[in-house]
């Protein structure tokens, strides 16, 4: 996803090179329509969608991970997840219904050097929650499939600061609501199968 967002980095070092004398606007609109050209909608939406799916994702734990990606500036992401889970055990079947809540909350950092001098610190927020119905089916003795049907409510939100003189005169006004500093708001809805194998192992314990 990243690759896709700072394109217009290398357009404003072409743009600077090549338009010498140009109007600050005309400077502005250039880079921000040679962005444009070089993204599609859904290439920056499907890189959104992945980054909010990662949050909302039960089988990713509260974690930082640290990402490496040329051109970027310490990239880091920070997960953190409240889950609420509860299982219903019927009387009368061997099924048993669930319910889960989870309370997300994702940050993702990261640098960019335009110039000596100029750069940009820019980060993404994605909090909400979502709401998982299943049942536990035992099939066998020590396996169960769960199927679960799941949605939730995201809010995604971009800032950045501008560090410089020319990246406040120039960069700022090109790419702001763009790449950065805007807000959206997000369904998340998704079905999956899980598996849940579990099996006792009896043993002895020698004592000496």
Not at 18 to 39: F, K, N, Y
Not at 113 to 122: F, Q, R
Request: with cysteine; net charge negative.
């Amino acid at each position: 996803m990243k690759r896709y967002l700072f394109y217009a980095i290398i357009c404003f070092h072409f743009l600077i090179a090549t338009i010498p004398g140009s109007a600050e606007q005309a400077v502005i609109d250039e880079i921000r329509e040679a962005a444009i050209q070089q993204l599609s909608s859904e290439n920056l939406g499907s890189g959104y969608g992945a980054l909010i799916n990662f949050s909302v994702n039960p089988d990713i734990s509260t974690a930082t991970y640290y990402v490496e990606t040329e051109g970027v500036n310490e990239p880091t992401i920070n997960v953190y997840r409240l889950p609420l889970r509860y299982v219903f055990e019927l009387d009368n079947s061997a099924w048993s219904p669930l319910v889960q809540a989870n309370f997300d909350y994702l940050i993702t950092t990261a640098g960019f050097d335009i110039t000596e001098g100029e750069s940009i610190d820019a980060e993404w927020r994605i909090f909400g929650g979502s709401i998982t119905f299943g049942v536990e089916i035992p099939v066998g003795k020590n396996l169960k499939v769960i199927p679960v049907i799941d949605a939730g409510l995201m809010r995604m939100e971009s800032r950045a600061d501008y560090n410089g003189t020319l990246s406040n005169l120039i960069v700022k006004p090109a790419l702001d609501g763009l790449f950065f500093n805007w807000d959206v708001d997000a369904w998340v809805i998704g079905a999956g199968l899980g598996v849940d194998y579990r099996r006792t192992f009896k043993g002895r314990i020698s004592k000496k």
